[in-house]
């Protein structure tokens, strides 16, 4: 098949295209980056914002687009300006690929990246794709990145399916690098009461569920994408500690927490008890459940997705 992915230079995207291409696809990623260009076996890499008609033609021509674009949540303090380049890196980037998208006759599945932030901050409530949106910024940005994404389905007709993932798990990149590396320094104790759900997936898990989704045309709109065992911070930073057999662990508490971080501490203290029911109904199998089996695997020496 010939997929397209948008953002298929990311944390995500790479392991995702990586697997993509051994299963022999046909593979475009669009990026900014002007360095790229060439093709390289089975893919190649198109410029974005599409400039000229040659690649909007090659676009047109996939069955599957995969949109994974957006500035990093995590990686800088939440200023104004900040705010704004995570809100339009992500409606404006899906607005953008939509409407190129909407001139195509062979687009079947547009994929397109969300976030568990879409449930708000929700103390121990259990969140299927059914529940409501919640309030705050990043449920804002969700919502609204959502939107742009559904505006395809009325335009070609294509199945949109949007990807609400939880925190991914990878020893090497994003919140448990960042973890191993707080407990190292014995500053990995749960954050403030410790209460707050966390809404994991191993990434083999989160790759394999975005496989199953391309393949499985029944599976349409929100899809939680969280191991089936969400834990509290508390029971996170207790699983973790006792695996890498660490010292106990200092924590600091909400107050200081949110004085350092500002309003990005919504990340540690916004609490999502999500599910993945509509993986679990269509039959899709998580190799992962509970956190103590997804850091067994992380941590093999041989460890691939
Ligand atoms: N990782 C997680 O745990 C997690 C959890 C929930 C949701 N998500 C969402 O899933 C998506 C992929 O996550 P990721 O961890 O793979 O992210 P990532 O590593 O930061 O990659 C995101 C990609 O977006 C593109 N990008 C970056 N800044 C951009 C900008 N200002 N305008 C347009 N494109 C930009 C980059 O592609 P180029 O540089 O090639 O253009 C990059 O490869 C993101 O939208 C993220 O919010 C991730």
Redesign the pocket.
């Known amino acids: 098949m010939k997929i397209l992915v948008l953002?298929?230079?990311?944390?995500?995207?790479s392991h995702l295209v990586r697997k993509l291409l051994s299963q022999n696809h046909d593979i475009l990623i669009l990026?900014?980056?002007p360095a790229y260009g060439q093709r390289s076996g089975a893919y190649k890499f198109i410029q974005?914002p599409i400039q000229n008609g040659e690649d909007l033609n090659e676009i047109l021509n996939c069955e599957v687009a995969i949109n994974?674009?957006?500035?990093?949540?995590a990686d800088a303090p939440w200023t104004k300006k900040r705010k704004q380049?995570i809100l339009s890196?992500?409606v404006d980037?899906t607005r953008e690929l939509a409407d190129q998208l909407s001139a195509s006759a062979q687009l079947k599945t547009f994929i397109s990246?969300s976030?568990?932030g879409f449930y708000g901050n929700r103390k121990t409530e259990v969140l299927t794709e059914q529940s409501p949106r919640g309030e705050g910024y990043l449920s804002d940005v969700c919502v609204a990145w959502e939107r742009e994404a559904n505006a395809l389905s009325a335009k070609v007709g294509a199945r949109v399916v949007n990807?609400r993932?939880?925190?991914?798990l990878d020893r090497h990149a994003?919140?448990l690098h960042k973890m191993e590396q707080l407990q190292k320094w014995h500053l990995g104790g749960p954050a403030g009461s410790g209460d707050a759900f966390v809404s994991w997936i191993h990434l083999h898990d989160w790759v394999q569920s975005v496989l199953f989704i391309i393949d499985h045309h029944e599976v349409t709109g929100p899809v939680n994408l969280v191991a089936p065992e969400p834990l509290s911070n508390r029971a996170f930073s207790r699983v973790l500690s006792e695996f890498l057999k660490r010292p106990p662990q200092l924590s600091a508490p909400e107050w200081a927490i949110r004085a350092l971080l500002g309003e990005l501490a919504a990340l540690i203290f916004d609490s999502q008890n999500a599910r993945p029911k509509k993986l679990l109904d269509a039959n899709f199998k998580f190799q992962f459940r509970s956190l103590a089996s997804a850091l067994t695997n992380l941590y093999q020496e041989n460890f691939t997705v």
Not at 7 to 13: I, K
Not at 68 to 73: E, F, V
Not at 165 to 168: I, K, Q
């Open positions: 953002g298929g230079t990311g944390f995500l995207g990026t900014r980056k974005w994974l674009a957006g500035a990093s949540i380049l890196s992500r980037t990246a976030a568990v990807l993932t939880g925190t991914v994003g919140f």
